[in-house]
């Protein structure tokens, strides 16, 4: 089982900016794509970023220009850069692991426990 871990979360200011991190436990093979989504109270979990296997990135219109993922492989690791954080940011932060496993085939999807991130003046 594949566990992620991510960090970086906190407090800011309105046009502050934080690095989110997301860290596997291991390398993860088969992988489609790393994600970052965030769930503000009562509010679904949305997608804010992705990066493919191949190193495309999409991002949700609300954060486009403002937001940047970004993957180091060698560390396994996934960021989030965040840059002119606004009120309506705030919330948790999941990262997400997609693909399917070597020979078998068979799909997954891993998730980590999240980590807040509050902007507010």
């Known amino acids: 089982q594949v ?6 979360g906190g407090l800011v200011q309105p046009g502050g900016s934080l690095r ?19 769930q503000a109270p009562g509010k679904e979990r949305e997608l ?3 990066i493919t296997s191949g ?6 219109d609300s ?8 993957r180091d492989n060698a560390k396994n690791t996934v960021y989030l ?5 606004k009120l309506e940011d705030t ?10 496993t070597p020979i078998i085939g068979r799909e997954y999807s891993y998730w980590g426990q999240g980590t807040q991130v509050t902007v507010s003046s």
């Open 48 to 50: 804010v970023a992705a």
């Open 81 to 85: 850069q965040m840059n002119s954080l």
């Open 20 to 38: 989110l991190s997301c860290a596997a436990s291991r390398i993860i093979f088969g992988i489609n794509a790393m994600n970052w989504y965030r």
């Open 91 to 100: 919330a948790v932060y999941y990262c997400n692991a997609v693909g399917r």
């Open 55 to 60: 190193g495309s990135t999409n991002y949700a």
């Open 63 to 70: 954060v486009q220009g403002r937001f940047t993922i970004s």
């Open 3 to 8: 566990q992620l871990v991510e960090s970086g």
